[in-house]
């Protein structure tokens, strides 16, 4: 390539740029004007969340490819400084260009984003731990109310925050749990947030009706019934049967509709809708089969019902709740209007109903696909932040995609510069057995990429924090965010 060609490419490269800033700005700024008012302490935050959408609807990797071969940026780690990282580029490019150059972002203006996220975090978790960037949070099992040893041996571990389940126990209990762990934290020196899970409307199995032992195989048929409706089930279809105790999945379910019993362990697809409730078909579970139980998850990913986020049982605990937690964590939420919902609770039961934490968990589809207006309803109002529930998530989705669901959730949350909480399923087999799976250990460093990793109750729990704390601070040397950071390498040194 002549010179004379290459500062015609270059040339026109940078025109492509200029004509993609000033389009992001125009479709930023609609999109921000569709979005409700926020405080002024996020409305930054919502103009970048806006212009990574619009820059993410296109399909940028030819540009990419150019402007690496220019030892440009290829604009990979973008999602917390949208325009400013352009800007930056453009910059770069006009030189190249022998043409004018635009401002250049200050140091300060460009990592901007990046220290609004820090401060969200901070105020989310709490002072950040010396060695190590991500917080841990850590879900009490029900005896640890009893227990003030559990909270001392989590604070020496410098566990930033405890979560508690409302789906179990009472407030009793949860008075103790708060009690104890506010001690161990003053005790020792490390005070840990309190997040309260409230249940949400889980749709569950109800009674079941099955022969003692019989497990559940692919190509069997299960009759779900509407609550109450066991004994008209078992008359007209037999067994195995089992109700559900949400009567309007049931209702608006349809022919060709997959359920999905306890985190998918069972896959199933409606093939008759009966007056008592319906009829599957299992397309999906273990070889050995699978035995039918009550309290165990339904999903209904194809079936569109309504059903309130905030259940009766999620309103009466929020009285609690509202007075004793740092954090909420919304289950369930599929909306910007579900989020209202609970801030108008919130609201009717203290004046500074804005200052408590909210952890929006994204359990459904519907949830993901309306993440961006669900995100600036609750942030525009209140220290925010999401959760990455991916056992639901999972079943909701399908597991092909959830790997690649994870990865952009993490984009979005960096977006709107709102902190990320990697949950479910986190070193589950070491803190259930002592002995971690490889795939484990591969999971929780990836979860390196969010601001909070949330472990579940175990047998050898200690361990596990221990084992995640280790790997999080190695992980901190080479990687923030999406950007891997090239410390010295000893491996193969000398």
Not at 23 to 43: C, G, I, K, N, Y
Not at 122 to 139: I, Y
Not at 188 to 201: E, I, N, Q, S, T
Request: glycine content about 6%.
């Amino acid at each position: 390539m002549t010179a004379h060609e290459d500062r015609f490419q270059t040339k026109a490269l940078l025109k492509q740029l200029d004509e993609l800033i000033a389009s992001l700005r125009d479709e930023a700024q609609t999109q921000r004007h569709a979005w409700p008012e926020v405080q002024e302490s996020f409305e930054a935050s919502a103009m970048n969340l806006a212009a990574w959408l619009a820059l993410r609807r296109r399909d940028l990797r030819p540009l990419q490819q150019s402007l690496m071969t220019l030892g440009l940026s290829s604009l990979g780690h973008l999602e917390g400084r949208v325009l400013e990282a352009l800007a930056a580029v453009r910059a770069s490019l006009a030189v190249i260009a022998h043409e004018p150059s635009s401002a250049r972002p200050s140091v300060d203006e460009f990592f901007a984003g990046q220290e609004r996220l820090r401060l969200r975090t901070e105020r989310m978790f709490g002072e950040a731990h010396p060695m190590r960037p991500v917080a841990v949070m850590v879900t009490c099992p029900s005896e640890s109310a009893d227990d003030p040893d559990f909270f001392a041996k989590l604070a020496q571990r410098g566990v930033e925050a405890i979560r508690i389940n409302c789906a179990h126990d009472d407030r009793d209990a949860w008075g103790r749990m708060i009690e104890r762990a506010r001690a161990a934290g003053t005790a020792h020196g490390r005070p840990m947030r309190v997040f309260m899970d409230l249940a949400g409307p889980k749709i569950r199995t109800g009674k079941v009706s099955t022969k003692a032992g019989h497990r559940v195989e692919r190509g069997d048929h299960i009759a779900i019934a509407f609550e109450r409706s066991l004994k008209d089930a078992k008359s007209d279809f037999g067994e195995p049967a089992l109700e559900c105790t949400l009567d309007a999945a049931l209702q608006s379910a349809d022919a060709g509709h997959r359920i999905f019993y306890d985190d998918g362990k069972l896959g199933m697809v409606v093939i008759r809708v009966t007056h008592w409730g319906l009829v599957a078909k299992v397309e999906t579970c273990a070889d050995k089969g699978v035995k039918l139980k009550p309290e165990k998850g339904l999903n209904f990913p194809d079936t569109d019902f309504s059903v309130d986020a905030l259940t009766p049982k999620d309103l009466d605990d929020l009285d609690f709740v509202a007075s004793h937690a740092d954090a909420i964590e919304y289950s369930f939420v599929q909306s910007a209007a579900d989020v209202l919902q609970l801030q108008r609770a919130l609201a009717s039961r203290r004046d500074d109903w804005s200052s408590l934490g909210l952890v929006l968990k994204i359990e459904t589809a519907r949830a993901v696909a309306h993440l961006p207006e669900i995100l600036v309803q609750a942030a525009a109002a209140q220290p925010t932040a999401i959760m990455i529930a991916r056992g639901d998530l999972a079943v909701e989705i399908g597991f092909n995609r959830m790997a690649e669901m994870q990865e952009e959730m993490l984009w979005l949350a960096e977006a709107a510069q709102v902190p990320a909480i990697w949950a479910t399923q986190v070193l589950e087999q070491l803190v259930s057995s002592g002995t971690p799976s490889r795939g484990e250990m591969t999971d929780a460093a990836m979860a390196a990429r969010a601001e909070c990793v949330m472990l579940n109750k175990g047998p050898h729990l200690c361990e596990g924090i221990d084992t995640l704390d280790g790997l999080l601070e190695r992980m901190s040397d080479h990687q923030h965010k999406k950007t891997p950071e090239l410390r010295q390498l000893k491996s193969w040194s000398a």
